[in-house]
């Protein structure tokens, strides 16, 4: 993530406080957030039920309108430092993930933004952010990281 110029504590930040946590594609889940330094991020990651752990897949840049995006990790960088999966998951599954989220317009990632908060099988609600981590862990424990259960 350095070498795209998001560090690893400006992930740790917005998945601490995040402003929006949804279920993403093929059970990910996606933190928009920002970072201390005042850079928001859309965190890309699936839940661990280990307390204060996460996998994460990827995070992009929020960018003002007129500015090109541009990915804060690449696959091969998660590959590298990623040798172990979560459970359910392997190499295959997070470049398809890789894809969809890196290959997406701002009008898609809106749009699939909207179109969560449209799904019946999830709410959406403030949870104080010292309890970020508490529900984090309920979610992955639970297995409901993507749509539906499961």
Do not use: C
Not at 34 to 57: K, M
Not at 62 to 83: H, I, L, N
Not at 124 to 137: G, K, N, Y
Request: aromatic share 4%.
């Amino acid at each position: 993530m350095a070498r795209h110029g998001v560090s690893e504590q400006e992930v740790r930040d917005v998945l601490a406080r995040p402003l929006e946590d949804r279920p993403g594609r093929e059970g990910t889940r996606v933190a928009l957030g920002q970072t201390r330094a005042g850079r928001y991020l859309r965190v890309i990651y699936v839940p661990d039920p280990e307390p204060d752990s996460v996998f994460a897949i990827t995070a992009l840049r929020v960018r003002a309108e007129g500015q090109a995006r541009a990915p804060a990790s690449t696959e091969e960088e998660v590959m590298r430092k990623q040798s172990q999966f979560p459970p359910g998951w392997d190499e295959a599954r997070v470049r398809r993930v890789l894809e969809h989220y890196e290959a997406q317009s701002d009008e898609e990632a809106v749009a699939e933004d909207e179109a969560s908060f449209e799904a019946t099988t999830h709410t959406a609600m403030e949870v104080p952010v010292d309890l970020v981590p508490a529900v984090r862990e309920l979610i992955a424990k639970h297995g409901l990281n993507g749509r539906g259960h499961g």
